[in-house]
Structures are given as structure tokens and as C-alpha cells.
């Protein structure tokens, strides 16, 4: 079974408009981290932003904000005002807490920004 | 802070080859990742280490490919003898001890077998 699913492989967005990128997560442990990770076209992976499992408020870093929904499972990125610079392949993963510390992404949404 | 550094950035050879990838991780990281992304399989975790000793090699496509971690400031990936099938952006990522802390990742080694 998949840990983490992506569900739109391409996304479309006018430049200023809001969108977002979902992402659903499998765990039975309690302790986890989910990330979001942004890999432009020249190919570096860039942190985005992180929620940890016990965290009650939902992340944000700038234009950046993760919709967390514990009982779906489900931690979806928003991105806030798009800039072209935005167009990159966006990757959600998830880092469990005990069972293992490795880093598991799922397949990437492709977001293209247009003017 | 350099990053984690991986050598080559490109790496072009033929089959039957033996390559080797180098990392570099951040200096106090305990955690080393290697994964290899292709258009096909997407980011898919080879092998990882903590504090230098393999802990999940279930990654590892098959017995050509090989890793070492020698000491907390080197990791190497070996394919011998490469395939064309093994080609492929190679990624290497350190961190430190906690589900709760990003991974910071290298520049990637763009592997083309012949």
C-alpha cells in the first residue's frame, strides 16, 4: 500500500490565485513528520515546510501553508499568490517516528503557473 | 555550511562499467540517505544509514548496487557492472536524529549508462 498518495499528477495556476496540492498519508504510528518538498526544473530539492504529527495548528512559512486534517489523514499544501517561480514539481513525504526514520515521498504533483 | 556534497554532478559511462557516486554529508548529520529518482519510479529510497551502520537496505535494487558509509564525513554508492537501466538522478540527504527534522539533500548525480 502506498504511504503517500499524490492524486493530481499536473496542476494549472493563474499567477496571484491561490492553490492547492493534496496529499494523503498511511501511518499507525502516533509520532510522525510530514514535509513538503518543491523541485524546480533545475532539479535541486528544496524544503518547503513541515507539520509534526502533535502540532495543532497548521504550518506556514511566508506564501506557504499546510492544511492539516489528522482524522483524513490528509495534509495538503496551499500556496498563496503564485508566481511563475512557483512552476516546479511539488513532492509530499513522511518520516514516521518509530517504526523507521527513513523518508518516504510520494509521486509529485507537476504545478504549472501561468500568466 | 557547504551542504551536503556530492561528486560527480555527471556521470556518463557503459555497460558494464563500475560507477561510483560520493557523498559528503552535513558535518554532525546522523542520518545518510541515498535515493534514485527516474521518470518511471519517482524518488525511491536505495539505502540508509545512522551514525555510519546500514539500517535499511530493502531499497537496493539488486546485488550490483552496493554502499558504504567509512565515517560520519563520507558515503559512496557503487553499481558494478552498470546497466542502461541504471540510469538515473541519484540524490544524497543527511539529517539529524528525529522524524521531526527535514532532510537536506545534494545536488544530485545525473547518471547516464550507455
Known amino acids: 500500500a502506498q504511504k503517500i498518495t499524490q492524486t493530481q499528477p499536473g496542476m494549472f495556476v493563474q499567477e496571484k490565485e491561490a492553490v492547492t496540492l493534496d496529499c494523503t498519508y498511511d501511518t499507525s504510528d502516533q509520532s510522525y513528520g510530514l514535509f513538503w518538498y518543491k523541485q524546480p526544473s533545475s532539479g535541486e530539492m528544496i524544503f518547503l515546510i513541515y507539520?509534526?504529527?502533535?502540532?495543532?495548528q497548521n504550518a506556514t512559512e511566508g506564501r506557504y501553508s499546510l492544511n492539516f486534517q489528522k482524522a483524513r489523514k490528509s495534509a495538503n499544501l496551499v500556496i498563496s499568490a503564485s508566481q511563475l517561480g512557483d512552476s516546479a514539481m511539488y513532492f509530499c513525504?513522511?518520516?514516521?517516528?518509530?517504526?523507521?526514520?527513513?523518508?518516504?515521498f510520494g509521486t509529485g504533483t507537476r504545478l504549472q503557473v501561468f500568466p | 555550511d557547504a551542504g551536503v556534497i556530492q561528486s560527480p554532478r555527471h556521470e556518463v559511462t557503459e555497460m558494464g562499467q563500475e560507477v561510483t557516486l560520493r557523498c559528503k554529508p552535513i558535518s554532525g548529520h546522523d542520518y545518510l540517505f541515498w535515493y534514485r529518482q527516474t521518470m518511471m519510479r519517482g524518488l525511491e529510497l536505495l539505502i540508509y544509514?545512522?551514525?555510519?551502520?546500514?539500517?535499511?537496505d530493502s531499497g537496493m535494487p539488486e546485488d550490483r548496487f552496493s554502499a558504504k558509509m567509512p565515517n560520519a564525513s563520507f558515503s559512496t554508492l557503487k553499481i558494478q557492472p552498470s546497466e542502461p537501466r541504471d540510469s538515473a538522478v541519484y540524490f544524497c540527504?543527511?539529517?539529524?536524529?528525529?522524524?521531526?527534522?527535514?532532510?537536506?539533500f545534494g545536488s544530485g548525480t545525473q547518471l547516464s549508462v550507455l
Open positions: 513525504a513522511m518520516r514516521e517516528g518509530i517504526n523507521t526514520d527513513k523518508l518516504i
Open positions: 507539520q509534526g504529527s502533535y502540532d495543532e
Open positions: 540527504a543527511s539529517s539529524t536524529t528525529d522524524f521531526n527534522e527535514k532532510l537536506f
Open positions: 544509514f545512522n551514525n555510519n551502520v546500514p539500517i535499511d
